[in-house]
């Protein structure tokens, strides 16, 4: 079980950061790979990587696979940061849509929503 194990934790961090591997693709003798990707979610946000990069200078080697993971953290933060910035711009978009059109209107599908958010963004770019 990868969550009890640190050194299965590790290894499956080093697999994906080195060998530039997606988090589902891990192999199951590291566990689920949902635990894995949970934990270094969970580390990533406590800055983990990034200080142990910093304390262990002297290692040129691991000093690598730690900027490697260093990397990958940096990457997912962002990658997450996005998309909750799109899913709360089309959620405000979507209530300002609804408050636009009063109370009688009938509510806007989820694929109906999307559609009219990206040919106002599209719009928008083209006209400003």
């Known amino acids: ?9 590790m290894e499956a961090v080093l697999w994906v950061a080195l060998k530039s591997g997606s988090w589902s693709n891990l192999s199951p003798e590291f566990g ?6 949970m934990r270094f979610r969970r580390w990533t946000k406590a800055d983990v990587w990034r200080r142990l990069a910093e304390n262990l200078v002297d290692d040129q080697e691991l000093q690598v696979m730690l900027g ?8 997912h933060t962002r ?3 996005e998309r909750s910035i799109r899913r709360s711009n089309v959620k405000i978009y979507g209530r300002a849509l609804a408050s636009a059109a009063g109370a009688n209107a009938k509510p806007v599908r989820a694929d109906e929503l999307s559609s009219s958010w990206v040919w106002l963004v599209t719009n ?4 400003g």
């Open 1 to 9: 079980m990868c969550g009890r194990d640190n050194r299965l934790f």
């Open 79 to 81: 990658l997450n940061t």
């Open 68 to 75: 490697a993971i260093v990397d990958l953290g940096d990457e």
């Open 32 to 37: 689920r790979w949902r635990t894995s990707y």
């Open 124 to 127: 928008d770019s083209q006209t």
